[in-house]
């Protein structure tokens, strides 16, 4: 078990306290903070065996399903390292994403803040999301949750932008993993909403 007893978490979020992990400098441990939430009459499986972890579980499917395909587009992805129970509960182990100060890497909502309304600095940060989102849809990446709080530009991708946290269908029937049409019409609704 990984003693995390007075480690500040570098940052924390409604469902997370993350951490420099203790042993590898590339590497951050995720532990959840949220409670599992109940939402339906009769509980879905992954909601039944894993409670608050299952976002962990699709999460892992989508980036073994990447690994294996072989898609190059895989480096959009911050690395998928495992799990390690800690002090403070599970925690998921992801590839650390840096900025150019060596400090955790800006979110794509920071820059659009830094921004300011500047015209010209908006339009750099669209084309860069039009560019993941096209990468995206050529390596057949599903991220549920796109949200601009879950991309960031990475230094250890070439200063690209990189989706940390968000990936796997989130429904009960995912279509868009079987189904190219659905798949092309999803990502087409994320491009329309996301570069607007």
């Excluded at 955790?104 to 600095?121: I, R, T, W």
């Amino acid at each position: 078990m990984i003693d995390l007893t007075g480690r500040v978490p570098l940052r924390t979020s409604q469902n997370y306290e993350i951490f420099q992990h203790p042993e590898m400098d590339g590497a951050l441990l995720k532990v959840r903070v949220d409670e599992p939430k109940r939402n339906h009459l009769i509980p879905r499986y992954a909601e039944w065996r894993y409670g608050n972890l299952r976002q962990w579980n699709r999460e892992a499917n989508e980036y073994l399903a990447a690994l294996h395909r072989g898609c190059p587009e895989i480096k959009r992805l911050a690395k998928f390292m495992g799990y390690a129970p800690t002090s403070r509960g599970p925690a998921i182990v992801v590839e650390k994403m840096t900025g150019p100060d060596g400090d955790l890497a800006p979110s794509l909502h920071a820059e659009m803040v830094a921004a300011n309304g500047d015209p010209d600095v908006l339009q750099k940060l669209r084309g860069d999301l039009l560019e993941l989102l096209d990468d995206l849809e050529r390596g057949r990446i599903i991220v549920g949750d796109m949200g601009i709080g879950n991309i960031v530009r990475a230094q250890e991708r070439g200063g690209r932008l990189v989706v940390i946290d968000g990936l796997g269908e989130r429904v009960l029937l995912p279509l868009t993993l079987f189904s190219d049409w659905a798949f092309r019409k999803s990502m087409a609704r994320r491009r329309a909403r996301m570069a607007s």
